[in-house]
């Protein structure tokens, strides 16, 4: 990287009044010497119900705010959106119902060159409400940090993230359409930018909160989460295996055994006792993916709104 950086900040939204939050943070940023920033906002909603927020914040931001509006409730072609409209070599993704700490990109920023990795990933704290459960809040169940394995990471999330758009791995990589409703877009873009020689770095100071509203502070959202996360895996591992999937499904499956088995071991212990309680869904859903079962949806409630996923 190079002193002079122009960077692109990408949010996108669906019916999130949120936003005005979102935005009010990026406008907060310190803003490391040499950089200059524009942000990008994809309204993913069928009628344009962002653009008044927006035209609202963009007079009380130091940069250039565009607006697009790409209807159809489907998050793969928002964040498609975004990687259309990028005129950077850098890109940032953050969620709609996130706030960026003031040291969040300068964080990103410092990794990046540091390590010369194709993409950042950084934290997002989950705040809660009085009301959440004590198990949940003492557990910390709904923050998102990257997953090391044997000191690598795999694969990554767009809550918080910065990348190199031109970099051999990510140019011309897009979302998949066909997962834009069901969620694990992103897993399975990151996944394949490090398949395709990418490399990831983690920046633990680039920190990014999410406060967590009522509907989802219940173990059934958990839940569905969690079994969404377990098939997107498993649809991977199925499409890596070549046609062989009979060892993969009996290790899931034991996977589920167990970690049911570690929940009634430990059944006095909330924390614990949840913790592999949405283990073994997880698990469950590893095994759904591997069998090729039609994954849920967490995107596209025209209704209610979407529900919110990674």
């Excluded at 790409?70 to 950077?88: E, F, G, K, M, V």
């Excluded at 990795?117 to 989950?126: C, E, H, M, T, Y």
């Excluded at 557990?139 to 694969?155: I, M």
Aim: glycine share 10%.
């Amino acid at each position: 990287m190079t002193e002079a950086l122009h960077i692109d900040i990408a949010v996108c939204t669906y019916r999130r009044p949120q936003l005005a939050d979102t935005l009010r943070s990026l406008g907060a940023l310190a803003i490391p010497d040499g950089v200059t920033l524009r942000l990008i906002v994809a309204d993913n909603d069928t009628r344009p119900s962002a653009e008044r927020i927006v035209d609202k914040m963009a007079g009380q931001l130091p940069y250039t705010v565009d607006y697009v509006h790409c209807p159809a409730s489907n998050i793969s072609l928002a964040r498609n959106a975004c990687l259309d409209h990028a005129q950077a070599e850098w890109l940032a993704f953050i969620d709609d119902d996130c706030s960026a700490s003031s040291n969040w990109l300068a964080a990103l920023v410092a990794t990046a060159r540091e390590t010369g990795a194709d993409a950042v990933l950084g934290p997002v704290a989950a705040i809660y409400g009085d009301a959440a459960p004590v198990w949940m809040r003492r557990g910390d169940f709904h923050s998102t940090n990257p997953v090391f394995v044997r000191g690598a990471l795999l694969t990554g999330y767009t809550c918080n993230v910065l990348m190199n758009v031109t970099a051999p791995s990510l140019e011309g990589r897009r979302f998949d359409l066909a997962l834009g409703r069901t969620g694990g877009e992103d897993t399975e873009f990151f996944t394949g930018m490090v398949r395709d020689g990418g490399r990831l770095a983690f920046a633990e100071a680039a920190l990014a909160s999410e406060p967590v509203p009522a509907d989802r502070a219940q173990f059934g959202w958990l839940a569905k989460r969690r079994f969404r996360t377990g098939q997107t895996h498993g649809r991977l591992l199925a499409k890596n295996s070549g046609g062989t999937i009979g060892k993969a499904v009996a290790l899931a499956a034991a996977k589920t055994a167990f970690c049911a088995g570690g929940a009634v071991l430990t059944g006095l212990r909330p924390v614990t006792r949840n913790r592999y309680l949405l283990r073994s869904i997880m698990h469950g859903g590893v095994v759904s993916g591997l069998l090729g079962l039609r994954e849920i949806t967490l995107y596209g409630n025209i209704e209610g709104g979407r529900d919110h996923a990674a």
